[in-house]
C-alpha cells in the first residue's frame, strides 16, 4: 500500500484507492464535502432534522401546498408559503408571509414580514417589513414600518412610539379624510 491509501501494482506503480477505501475515519459516504456531524449530513443520513442549538427559537412552515381555514396561533416563529384564512395571532413570535404566502387574515405578531400578499389588517408589536414583492392590503399598526420600494401598501398606517394597543381594546381604524375632503372642510 502507498502513502495516500493507495494500492501498489505489482509493476511498482500506485493506483489510487477506491473511493469507499480513502475516507476518513467516521465520514458518511455519499456525502462528499460535508463533515460528518454538518446539519446537512444528519439531515440527509438519518432522515432527521438536527438538535437544534441552544438558544435557537424553533421555527414551523406551512408548506406552498399547504391550506389553512380558521384560527391560527402558537408560541414559535412561522414562516407561511401555502394559504391561510382566519386569524393569525403568534404575540411573543415572528411571522413571515413568504413569496408564494396567501394570507387572508386578521394578522397579530411581534414581527411581521410581508414578501407575499395578506389582505387584512396587521398588527406587529415591535416591526413590520413589507418587501418589495410583497402586497398588503389592508390597515397596518405597529411602532416600526419599513416599505420597499415597489412594495404595495392599501390601507392606513397607525405607528406609535409605545406598543401597539393590544386587540381586545383596540378601536377599529377611522379611515382618514382624502385631501379633496379636508379642503372642503377647511
Same mark, same amino acid.
Given at each position: 500500500?502507498?502513502?495516500?491509501? %493507495? ?7 500506485? $493506483?489510487?484507492? *477506491? ?16 463533515? +460528518?456531524?454538518? +446539519? ?6 438519518? %432522515?432527521?432534522? *438536527? *438538535?437544534?442549538?441552544? %438558544? ?49 387574515? $386578521? ?23 413589507? $418587501? ?44 382618514? *379624510? ?9
Amino acid at each position: 500500500m502507498s502513502l495516500f491509501g %493507495g494500492r501498489q501494482r505489482e509493476d511498482g506503480t500506485s $493506483q489510487p484507492a *477506491p473511493p469507499e477505501q480513502s475516507g476518513k475515519v467516521g465520514e458518511v459516504k455519499g456525502d462528499a464535502g460535508r463533515s +460528518p456531524t454538518s +446539519p446537512e449530513t444528519l439531515a440527509t443520513s438519518s %432522515g432527521k432534522k *438536527p *438538535p437544534q442549538a441552544e %438558544g435557537e427559537e424553533s421555527m414551523a412552515n406551512i408548506g406552498k401546498s399547504i391550506t389553512i381555514k380558521g384560527d391560527l396561533s402558537g408560541n414559535e416563529d412561522l414562516v407561511i408559503e401555502g394559504k391561510v384564512e382566519g386569524k393569525i395571532d403568534l404575540p411573543s413570535n415572528r411571522l413571515t408571509i413568504g413569496a408564494g404566502g396567501q394570507v387572508h387574515a $386578521q394578522v397579530h405578531a411581534k414581527s411581521v414580514v410581508v414578501i407575499g400578499r395578506v389582505t387584512g389588517n396587521v398588527s406587529a408589536t415591535e416591526r413590520l417589513e413589507i $418587501q418589495a414583492s410583497g402586497v398588503v392590503e389592508g390597515d397596518v399598526r405597529a411602532p416600526r414600518l419599513v416599505v420597499q420600494e415597489g412594495a404595495v401598501l392599501n390601507g392606513g398606517i397607525e405607528m406609535s412610539n409605545k406598543e401597539a394597543t393590544p386587540r381586545a381594546t383596540a378601536a377599529p381604524f377611522a379611515p382618514s *379624510p382624502t385631501v379633496s375632503e379636508a379642503r372642503k372642510a377647511g
